[in-house]
């Protein structure tokens, strides 16, 4: 192993070891992934995995997170929101990501509470801090800890180590709640949620590996790969496509000839 990388992990599970209990906000994805691994590997049981299931989460990955807890065996406590109605994230303005996480946040530090765990850790990494991200405000505001961001691993760095210990979402696509998939000043419905959740889904079960699915009024703007928007060439692909976003719901449907970019819309 890279020596930088190695000095890195040891430098993560020493400050494990000092919290010696700790709950992880937990999504399944590449990073929380990894650091539920190394912290389960590092503390034993004294880890809980706490999900959040609300409107704006995928139920693919929050199947995913529920099959990997149980892969590490490590408990999980998934916490179901059946109305996620805060004004300010259905109005979805600048700082939506911010009164989202707040919320979340604050339900699992109440959880945490209630199983005597002081330490609650998250997976951001030091690359998030490239990105516009109102909601690690929130983070700095409830205490939270992101070992992975003071460790200084970047999150090619967490892919790195996650294939040499064997955790399969190393090479996993990037994922973020989908109200990031609809513009500022749009209002956050679940039915528009939803519409995105079939319509990825359905690229995902076509085989792109990287993709979103960008809600503008009644039109579907799809971005994927650069290297897989060839994949559109082909008119039985052109066609499957267009047939079930239209059954979805949308009147209209694009390739964006640009592909994915993270954080497109902000």
Not at 68 to 92: R, T, W
Not at 116 to 142: A, F
Not at 152 to 164: D, F, G, P, Q
Request: glycine share 4%; charged share 30%; hydrophobic share 40%.
């Amino acid at each position: 192993m890279d020596k930088i990388l190695e000095y890195k992990l040891t430098t993560l599970k020493d400050e494990l070891k000092k919290m010696g209990k700790v709950a992880i906000a937990y999504s399944g994805g590449v990073d929380s992934n990894f650091l539920l691994k190394v912290t389960k590997d590092t503390l034993g049981d004294n880890v809980l995995a706490i999900t959040i299931n609300a409107m704006m989460h995928s139920t693919r990955e929050i199947k995913e997170a529920n099959n990997y807890a149980k892969e590490f065996g490590v408990k999980q406590i998934v916490y179901k929101v059946d109305d996620f109605n805060l004004p300010e994230f259905i109005d979805n303005g600048p700082l939506r990501c911010y009164y989202c996480k707040k919320i979340v946040f604050a339900k699992i530090k109440e959880i945490a509470s209630e199983h005597n765990i002081k330490y609650i850790l998250d997976g951001t990494n030091l690359s998030d801090l490239d990105d516009y991200r109102p909601g690690l405000k929130v983070l700095e505001e409830l205490n939270i800890i992101s070992p992975l961001k003071d460790a200084k691993l970047t999150k090619n760095e967490i892919r790195i180590l996650s294939k040499k210990l064997n955790v399969n979402t190393y090479n996993k696509a990037a994922f973020a709640c989908l109200a990031t998939r609809i513009p500022r000043n749009h209002k956050i419905t679940k039915e528009k949620l939803r519409m995105i959740e079939k319509a990825e889904d359905f690229l995902q079960d076509l085989g792109f590996t990287q993709y979103r699915v960008r809600l503008h009024e009644d039109l579907a703007r799809i971005e994927v790969n650069k290297d897989e928007i060839s994949k559109f060439y082909d008119d039985e692909i052109i066609n499957k496509v267009n047939l079930k976003f239209k059954e979805i719901g949308f009147k209209y449907v694009t390739v964006d000839l640009n592909g994915y970019k993270m954080g497109s819309m902000n």
